[in-house]
């Protein structure tokens, strides 16, 4: 008995250790995109529910503000910003010694005067002779930070970095992109089930051939052929239709599999009365399949929509690289070459990409993992 | 493009679809009831309506490019001189090309078989315990997300400060707590390609362990509950029921997964750009198609080349389908 209370404890404990690794870097990613710029180039993302040791620069005020009370002179002030949170534990006034003197601890500068900091912030400067000094002194200070979540790196990278474009240009090229195929592979999927013709076979087979030919093979004719096309009618060679058009060619095997092993398996009696009643084959499509395919529908859609939601090559191909038309995934892909060390602008980024990806993860995942498992052969 | 104009567009476009199939289809119905034998001439016209745009489009995108990629390799690179076998004897000696050829090989050996062992193991201890239905749902989520979203994640992962810096990328900071050095993992050649194939493995393990759970299921209760009456250990009993029962399952997973890993691009483009001895075949292609240019030469040859790798699995795929339907 013992021994089965350790095998399920062992089991236990295994897969969480999967479950942890495999959700960390994703977890890392999502609190990263919330914090504070300056705190995510200094500290790990584990660290963003601790208080943080932060270093920083103030300065103080000027002569101008300058008060004489008995014969001495003074500048007050506060270096914190307000309601920061921030505590200050430390500080100093020359960078080379950052830590010198604790809070309430007086500095003595070097024409005789003192400053004295307290634990908010607030600074007290002491002189008997009247400050003259234009800019205001350094003042290097350490501070305990609480946590502190922002929505700052979401309004940058939507509004300034252009990935809010970029999402309208995804969401451009992936509707028509997954409808069209959609339309016209059902048609062709019932053809190969259920209608008789020369060489049906051999264009089935055809199909199965195609799922596995990898896009590398198709994209230098077809990029030509974009050429000609786009100079023969003396406009661009990249729009939108082209790569609508580009996508419904390379969906085609795996949206016209999927869909013609379904609308197979449907009961051959119901077809052939129906054939008996005097109904074409279009209106047996319309009226009988069309409705008895919507779950497989569901399954077809979605597994091309995030094909072509998440796609690069054929975005960086037959797109041209402005803000007009990049697609998210090629404008993240720019940012981590221009943009490498700003993680704010990455984690954020990268995470807005994923926002339709993993709500159609959460909200639609049987039909997501049965049209992902059934397609996953796509070429 | 204006917001209105795209719905324009799509709107029309969509339009465009289903009128042709259905105007086409009245005019089918229209024209042949004048004639007299117009059963026999529907039926026999109709399927060509029903596949004639996917079909001219399967020939444009798909069964044309395939024939002009493998004759433009045995052409010069603006495609107009013939050049025989000059582009895959400049391959056979490029130092470039060896190298992705050779990473291309451990992608293939690696990914496909660490993708399948966790995916088995998780879809295995996932089974037997009640929350094994959440676990499975988060090692699935990464397939929903494009390999360059995974990258910018990993790359978080990986970052490197130097060794007086706070570390905030996780397996540096790992590193460093147990006392080591922290490491610029990118750039350690050999090595960073097994954790640039760490990205594809955290990918795809969801996928074999949905089909394996699927599979799983079809096991007979009674076989595994026989060997457990005789003491069979569940280590014992997964190595020597489970694994020979799923061998087929494990060959469509297998297969898979290494059509995807020959065609493994957007992971190195997004980390490396092939830099530090990463490069591999499709960014290599990538590379030459624009490179000094373009060389259509070059890039098809390499097409080519990752086209050889994946003949085997479409034969065995068409044979396999002629047997489903002979059944």
């Given amino acids: 008995m013992n021994k089965n209370i350790l095998t399920k404890i062992i089991i236990n404990l295994l897969l969480l250790l999967f479950v942890v690794v495999w959700v960390l870097p994703t977890f890392g990613l999502f609190v990263s995109s919330f914090r504070d710029k300056d705190l995510l180039a200094t500290s790990g993302w584990w660290t963003t529910f601790n208080t943080n040791e932060v270093n920083e620069i103030y300065r103080t005020k000027t002569f101008e503000d300058q008060i004489e009370e008995n014969g001495k002179f003074f500048i007050k002030g506060n270096l914190l910003v307000k309601n920061s949170g921030k505590k200050v534990i430390s500080y100093g006034i020359t960078s080379k010694e950052m830590n010198k003197y604790k809070i309430n601890e007086k500095a003595i500068l070097k024409n005789k005067s003192e400053i004295e900091i307290s634990e908010n912030g607030e600074y007290v400067w002491k002189s008997d002779e009247p400050f003259k000094h234009e800019r205001g002194k350094r003042i290097f200070i350490t501070a305990l930070s609480p946590p502190k979540f922002t929505l700052d790196n979401y309004k940058e990278v939507l509004f300034k970095e252009g990935i809010g474009q970029a999402f309208l240009n995804t969401l451009t090229v992936a509707i028509p992109s997954t409808i069209i195929p959609l339309i016209i592979c059902s048609f062709f999927a019932y053809a190969l089930s259920w209608m008789k013709f020369w060489g049906r076979d051999t264009l089935f087979a055809l199909i199965v051939a195609s799922l596995v030919v990898p896009l590398q093979m198709c994209l230098i004719p077809l990029l030509s052929i974009y050429n000609d096309v786009g100079a023969l009618f003396n406009i661009g060679a990249k729009s939108y239709p082209g790569v609508w058009m580009a996508h419904t060619g390379f969906g085609l095997a795996s949206t016209t599999f999927l869909l013609r092993n379904f609308i197979k398996s449907l009961p051959n009696e119901m077809i052939e009365a129906a054939r008996v009643d005097g109904a074409t084959h279009y209106d047996i499509f319309l009226r009988i399949i069309i409705p008895l395919s919507v779950p497989a529908f569901a399954s077809v859609f979605i597994l091309q929509f995030l094909w072509v939601w998440n796609d690069l090559l054929v975005g960086l191909i037959f797109l041209d690289q402005v803000p007009s038309e990049i697609i998210l995934t090629a404008k993240l892909r720019e940012l981590l070459g221009s943009r490498g060390e700003n993680w704010e602008i990455l984690t954020t980024g990268a995470f807005v990409s994923m926002t339709v990806p993993l709500f159609i993860f959460f909200a639609l995942q049987r039909y997501f993992i049965r049209g992902l498992v059934a397609g996953s052969v796509k070429g | ?327």
């Fill in chain 2, 1 to 327: 493009m204006t917001t209105t104009s795209f719905f324009l567009y799509v709107f029309l476009g969509i339009v465009v679809c289903f009128s042709y199939f259905h105007l086409s289809n009245l005019a089918l119905d229209f024209f042949s009831e004048k004639n007299s034998n117009n059963f026999s001439k529907k039926s026999v016209l109709r399927p060509y309506i029903f596949i004639a745009p996917a079909f001219i489009i399967l020939v444009i995108f798909i069964l044309y490019p395939v024939v002009e990629t493998l004759r433009l390799s045995f052409f010069n690179k603006t495609g107009f001189e013939f050049v025989g076998i000059k582009n895959y004897v400049w391959a056979a000696k490029d130092p470039e090309f060896k190298r992705a050829i050779l990473n291309n090989l451990g992608w293939l050996l690696v990914v496909p078989t660490l993708s399948a062992f966790f995916g088995l193991v998780i879809a295995y201890l996932a089974d037997k315990l009640w929350w094994g239905t959440i676990a499975k749902s988060i090692i699935f989520m990464p397939m929903a997300i494009s390999f360059v979203g995974a990258g910018v994640i990993w790359k978080f992962v990986y970052d490197y400060r130097g060794p007086g810096d706070d570390q905030i990328g996780f397996l540096n900071a790992v590193v460093v707590s147990l006392g080591f050095e922290p490491q610029a993992w990118m750039t350690i050649p050999i090595w960073n390609n097994l954790f640039l194939m760490a990205i594809m493995i955290w990918i795809q393990t969801g996928l074999a362990m949905v089909i394996f759970s699927a599979a799983l299921r079809g096991i007979p209760k009674e076989m595994i509950e026989a060997a457990r009456i005789d003491g069979a250990s569940e280590f014992k009993i997964f190595t020597s029921i489970i694994i020979p029962y799923l061998e087929k399952t494990i060959l469509v997973i297998w297969t898979i997964i290494t059509i995807l890993v020959l065609k493994i691009f957007d992971i190195i483009l997004a980390m490396t750009n092939g830099q530090w001895n990463t490069e591999v075949l499709a960014n290599l292609m990538y590379d030459w198609m624009f490179r000094g240019g373009g060389d259509s030469g070059r890039g098809s040859l390499m097409a080519i080349v990752i086209m050889i790798g994946v003949i085997p699995i479409m034969i065995w795929n068409i044979r396999r389908h002629k047997e489903d339907e002979k059944s």
